[in-house]
Structure formats: C-alpha cells, structure tokens
C-alpha cells in the first residue's frame, strides 16, 4: 500500500498562473482533506470531501477549488495563483469506522512569486 | 470556535530523559484526540489516537493521556533518544465533524 500519495512535490508559480494538485489514496477510505500548513499556524483545512461526490468548504477555502474525481483522488485547483498561496499542502484521508483516524501524504512545497 | 494550544512551542533534552509534551482545547465537546509526528520537510504519522471515552492510550514508549472535561491531553515520551526529535503536533476532531483543528505544534530536540 503507498496510502495517500501527492503530485507534485515541488512547485514554483507566478502570480495569475493556475495549477492543480493532485491527491490519491489506495486505503478505499471515504473522506478526503486539503490542508495548508504556514509557519506558526500549525494545519488548516481548506476543503474535504465526506464521500465520493461531495465537497464542503473548510476554514480557508477562498482562492481555492477542489474535485473529488472518484473514490480514490482528490484534486486542489489554484485559479490564479497570489503570494499568500505560498505555502505546504496536504493531503489526507479516513476511514469510516468510529475513530476517523487520519492519514496524510508527503505534502506538496508551493511558491508563488 | 475550538482551539488548540501546545506549549512549549520548542523543548530541548538530553538523550535518555522522560518527557511530556502538552496539548490543551478550549471546546470539551470533541470527538477524538490525535498525536502526530512530523520529520522537517515531511508529512504528517499518526502516533496515537484517543478516542474521547478513553483515557488513555500506548503504543511502545509513547503514552498518551485525554482529559475531556479540563480540555488537556499529555504526550509522554518514555527514555528519549535523538531519533525522537521532529515536531509532535495534536490535533482535536471536534464533535461530529470529520476534519481536525490542530495545535502549532511542539519542536522537540533530544541532545545525544
């Protein structure tokens, strides 16, 4: 199992350009989650998906879409990209069991110039 | 609006020392209570997970306590090694909700 795996790890944009992040999960887990993390501010949840075909809006999702493509992936699309965006995202994923224990993948390192 | 605090931001030991880092909320009405690691430039490993009817958990030399009701949970370290070092973060799922609200996190540096 590679659990939840992140595209890509790496990336620098400039201010206006767009771009998607992808996320993917191999566990069948149903919820999904993006987080950014920024110094100091520890996780915030920018959307998460309950289950294939829904999406909800998190604590910071302004500038921000997402796509719950099927069970498995679950993409962050930046529209136009701004220097506050500049941040590490994360993907995560849970089960459905009581506990909802979370997984996380490697993180995604986006600067936006 | 749940909050979460973990003082020290930063804690420095000598290798072999017990420790105890700490993670307070300011809402009781949580669901679970989740400990993680972070190595520098790395995701996110589940340490430990505490449901909110338990106590407590362990899993080798970690140990971690709940207390619901004064909003606190502790993260024991048993006979620190240098391998410990990384950023231990908490995070609270409150009530129903699926997503987690997290704590800054504690640095912690274990000195060989």
């Known amino acids: 199992n590679a659990g939840v795996t992140q595209t890509p790890k790496f990336q620098v944009l400039k201010t206006g350009q767009s771009m998607t992040l992808q996320c993917a999960q191999d566990m069948n887990h149903n919820s999904m989650y993006w987080y950014r993390q920024d110094p100091g501010m520890g996780l915030r949840l920018i959307y998460y998906?309950?289950?294939?075909?829904?999406?909800d809006k998190g604590e910071v999702p302004n500038g921000y879409n997402v796509s719950r493509l099927n069970k498995r992936e679950f993409s962050l699309r930046l529209e136009s990209a701004a220097p506050s965006q500049t941040s590490v995202y994360f993907c995560?994923?849970?089960?459905?069991?009581?506990?909802?224990?979370?997984?996380f993948g490697p993180g995604t390192r986006l600067t936006v110039t | 609006k749940q909050e979460v605090t973990q003082i020290p931001a930063a804690l420095s030991v000598p290798e072999g020392e017990n420790l105890v880092l700490n993670c307070s909320f300011t809402d009781s009405a949580i669901y679970n209570l989740q400990w993680f690691r972070q190595d520098p430039g790395k995701g996110l490993t589940s340490l430990l997970l505490i449901q909110s009817s338990q106590r407590e958990q362990t899993s080798g030399r970690l140990n971690a306590s709940l207390d619901k009701s004064s909003g606190r949970s502790t993260l024991y370290i048993a006979a620190s090694q240098p391998g410990d070092s990384a950023t231990y973060l908490c995070a609270v799922r409150p009530g129903s909700a699926r997503q987690l609200t997290f704590g800054s996190g504690t640095q912690l540096t274990v000195l060989p």
């Open positions: 998906s309950a289950s294939e075909g829904t999406t």
């Open positions: 995560a994923s849970s089960d459905r069991g009581l506990s909802y224990e979370q997984y």
